[in-house]
Each structure stands twice: as structure tokens, then as C-alpha cells.
């Protein structure tokens, strides 16, 4: 059975840093994106940011120049490094993952259960 367990997550001032992670367990055949999604109160779930194996990656707009992802393909582990927190990236950060379970199966979209993120004073 795959599974993302993340970590990290916690409370920080305004303006301090976290570095969350997420590994990946059980077998799987590859995994192509891996990636950190989030969702404030009330809100919908939102993309932060994405990576390909080969490192190409995506940043929402709101994040861009604070939070760096990155990737360990031999430990099928992503990061995401988040500095400069205000307020508003208060949320519960999902770990996520585009991965094909089988040699022989269909990608699959793969979530974890997610960690807290507050910012605040």
C-alpha cells in the first residue's frame, strides 16, 4: 500500500522558516511528480508547489521567492522549504504524489494526510 507520511509542520512567527518533508512507503513502480498542496480554513486546496523527477518545478504565485521544493529520487522523499512565513500561509500543507503503483497500471494521484502550518505571533 503507497502512503506520503509528511512532517514538519508546527508554529512559527511571522516572517521565520519551516522545512516540511514527505516519504513516500511502500512499492511502487515510479513516481513522476511529487508536490505540496494546502488549504486554509474555509478555503479550497491550493497548489504550492511541484517537482518532476528530472527537477523541473512549479510555484504558485503566492510563494514564489520564499519556498523551495525539492526531491531525493533514491529515497522517493520531497521538501519543501518555506521561509519568510506571513499569516495567510497558515494551513493544513498536503503532500502529493503522481506515481503508477504497477508497471502495468495507470498513474495514480497519491495524497497524504497532511501537517499543520501556523504563522503567527
Known amino acids: 500500500q503507497v502512503q506520503l507520511v509528511e512532517s514538519g509542520g508546527g508554529l512559527v512567527q511571522p516572517g521565520g522558516s519551516l522545512r516540511l518533508s514527505c516519504a513516500q512507503s511502500?512499492?511502487?513502480?515510479?513516481?513522476?511528480?511529487m508536490g505540496w498542496y494546502r488549504q486554509a480554513p474555509g478555503k479550497q486546496r491550493d497548489l504550492v508547489a511541484t517537482?518532476?523527477?528530472?527537477?523541473?518545478?512549479n510555484y504558485s504565485d503566492s510563494v514564489k521567492g520564499r519556498f523551495t521544493i525539492s526531491r531525493d529520487n533514491a529515497e522517493n522523499t520531497v521538501y519543501l522549504q518555506m521561509n519568510s512565513l506571513k499569516p495567510e500561509d497558515t494551513a493544513v500543507y498536503y503532500c502529493?504524489?503522481?506515481?503508477?503503483?504497477?508497471?502495468?497500471?495507470?498513474?495514480?494521484?497519491?495524497w497524504g494526510k497532511g501537517t499543520l502550518v501556523t504563522v503567527s505571533s
Open positions: 502529493y504524489a503522481w506515481a503508477q503503483p504497477g508497471e502495468w497500471l495507470d498513474g495514480t494521484d497519491y
Open positions: 517537482i518532476t523527477g528530472s527537477g523541473i518545478t
Open positions: 511502500g512499492s511502487i513502480f515510479a513516481i513522476y511528480v
